[in-house]
């Protein structure tokens, strides 16, 4: 073990309309920061977190980054890697809002996987992380969907092709695709909006929609077919379920259709909404008339962040 | 109106394990022809129907090839390039079997509607006959699922990325792909098989396999990665439910595993079965599998069907 590292991981947008636990993006920000340095007692600690509002466990087996990075240490421990005795405090910088469908518990996860692997030299791969971020989010929602850390990871548009093995597909992204995420200044609890989707029973024509539309999605990225892209983010399986948590919704999804967005959809779990747009100009006006769609449809200040897709994932920050 | 034409419109594997209603395929053979002729008598008649062993109408209403080729007929006169009282006479040659999976009604709806659209001089491009050819398969299966239609009358692989408005997608074949498909001598009826899935509750679980299957799919065929192709070929929505109606069907596929077939599934709604091998001698020794397997699971005589996809699709022939 060497010297404290800092490590930053993205936010990121997942189901992206019709890929719902499948399909998922990396944002250029807001995202999370973690720090981890040696330490003398044995295991993981958690020294600080900030940002939370108070919201978070400092407790290492509550806390998602805490849990992420004694699965790496453990797994390391076992490997011959890392003492049996090692031990790791961490920081833990939130900066992005919790519960806002942006991927913070992934966000978090990932940056505390990511930070004991780079203070141990990189053993591990960045894919090999993957299962140990996924240890993270389990605790934050009580599933183990991989469609915000996998992004928040490795960086770019991915699809989670398989949870059993887990196979995860990097997916081409085009080089005018811009994204607008705006997160209303409203929470939905991640358990809380799966659980909607529990006991439902699907139709097949429900299930059929939403297979052509991510066979579309997929075939617009290798493509480079933007049009055919913004015809893909249509979902029948969980916005109709979802859409009640969120404020505005239609209204904010109108606007930024009529703003000129290519596809516009829930962020994950909401309330965030994501938009796709063909360059920074378009997607920083899809998002100015999102975020005064959500103050006026529902009286809910907003925040939004725009750019191109994130190509680099979580990275060592200085 | 001109001389006489005959078209050929081939057999077709459709939903290819995760994909029910948005993947289809075709195949090179088998498949059935239509002959048009023009007729003093106004509208679609139907001289006679062989191969069918006596079960199809020769009712232009009650016959798929009848209904499409009126649907193109009544649409050529209503935009005034055919006239009104214009009169065809259709001899339709069954060439595959009935109900067996392979898209029998989508053939013979296709080649009634190019048959037609070929006496006419080709007025229609082929993406414009499909609603025609639609409109048979209609009458066959009770419902519009065009994952038959779509590669029989196209060519090729194709996702039928929306119903509504219709989407056709044409997506990359790899080279080396090669097709096998198996059909014992027993039969299921679409309608039946489609009744089966009518007042399902599907589990999000079921529909999230699913979804990052086709996604993987589609992923593979541009990729070129068979191996991708091969893990991609399961199916939790359909295959649960329809695989009872196919006796032998778990040992059937297990040969195919063993034989060395990249995925394999029920084609359409069976009971034939596809499997994708790499190469010409790979698809034939799982076809030969497969028809052991059918015989010595179930008593069944199968035949079998191996190659490269149709990139051509429904053609004239002489």
Chains 1, 2 share one sequence.
Do not use: W
């Amino acid at each position: 073990m060497a010297a404290p590292v800092r490590v930053f991981a993205p936010a990121s947008a997942s189901n992206l309309g019709p890929g719902f636990d499948v399909l998922g993006l990396a944002l250029n920000r807001p995202g999370d920061v973690v720090e981890a340095e040696p330490s003398d007692r044995p295991g993981v600690q958690i020294a600080e977190v900030t940002g939370d509002s108070g919201l978070l466990s400092t407790d290492p087996h509550q806390n998602v980054a805490g849990v992420a990075a004694a699965s790496v240490l453990a797994h390391l421990a076992a490997t011959g890697r890392a003492a049996s005795d090692a031990g790791i405090r961490l920081r833990v910088h939130k900066r992005m809002p919790l519960a806002s469908g942006l991927g913070s518990s992934a966000a978090s996860s990932v940056a505390g996987a990511v930070a004991v692997n780079e203070l141990f030299g990189r053993p591990l791969t960045r894919r090999e992380l993957l299962p140990h971020a996924l240890a993270g989010e389990r605790v934050a929602s009580g599933s183990t969907h991989a469609d915000n850390a996998a992004p928040s990871l490795l960086g770019g548009f991915v699809l989670i092709s398989d949870y059993d093995p887990l196979e995860v597909i990097d997916l081409p992204v085009p080089a005018a695709l811009r994204v607008a995420v705006v997160h209303p200044h409203c929470r939905v609890e991640t358990a809380k909006a799966r659980a909607l989707l529990r006991g439902q029973g699907f139709s097949i024509e429900q299930a059929v929609a939403n297979l052509g539309h991510v066979g579309a999605l997929v075939a617009a990225l290798y493509r480079g077919d933007l049009a055919l892209l913004g015809r893909s983010i249509e979902d029948r399986l969980v916005e109709p379920l979802r859409k009640a948590l969120i404020p505005g919704y239609c209204q904010v999804k109108e606007a930024a259709r009529h703003a000129g967005a290519i596809g516009c959809s829930i962020s994950g779990s909401g309330p965030s909404l994501f938009a796709f747009a063909d360059s920074d100009i378009g997607a920083t006006r899809v998002a100015a008339a999102m975020r005064d769609a959500f103050r006026e449809a529902a009286g809910l200040d907003a925040d939004s962040y725009v750019g191109p897709v994130n190509l680099q994932g979580a990275r060592p920050v200085e």
